[in-house]
């Protein structure tokens, strides 16, 4: 069964709702003057990193020069070029079909190499030197040379 209003009825519903919305502005500003608000929503950073709630000590405060904060990837000429090599052991190679894998020696991943990347005939244990580059299937080694 529908209900129905009569305009005093509305007119009474609204003027609650005034005093309900009223009182609930009262008590937001009461509770905002017992706290100070503002001192509860700010937040520090110690010298880790970490937020906290106390203010750093000062005593701990290190002074650091812009030229020693490096944004990004180092240019390519800042790099050393024994960085860009990698190690590892051919663990595998087919003479016939001109491929085979080299055993990284940190990740211990296996990387596809191709006989045209090879700088000298390579046998299966042989330690090489190499560069990573993105193949169509994967990680691929590039400039391999064999390490005496």
């Known amino acids: 069964m529908a209900e129905f209003w009569s305009k005093r009825d509305r007119e009474k519903k609204k003027q609650q709702a005034k005093k309900d919305k009223e009182e609930r502005k009262r008590e937001r500003k009461e509770n905002a003057r017992d ?3 503002l001192d509860n929503m700010i937040a520090y950073v ?5 937020l906290t709630s106390e203010p750093q000590d000062l005593s701990k405060r290190q002074e650091v020069s812009l030229d020693d904060i490096q944004i990004g990837v180092p240019k390519m000429e ?18 016939e079909k001109g491929y085979g894998f080299i055993r990284h020696s940190k ?11 090879l700088s000298a005939p390579v046998q299966i244990n042989d330690k090489v ?3 990573i580059v ?5 990680p691929e080694a590039a400039e391999v040379s064999l390490v005496k």
């Open 78 to 95: 800042d790099r050393n070029p024994e960085d860009m090599y990698e190690e590892g052991v051919v663990t595998f190679f087919n003479d």
């Open 129 to 131: 030197r190499f560069t």
């Open 107 to 117: 990740t211990k991943q296996s990387i596809f190499v191709h006989s045209k990347q």
């Open 134 to 138: 993105k193949g169509m299937k994967g």
């Open 35 to 37: 706290g100070n608000v």
């Open 46 to 50: 110690d010298e880790n990193g970490n």
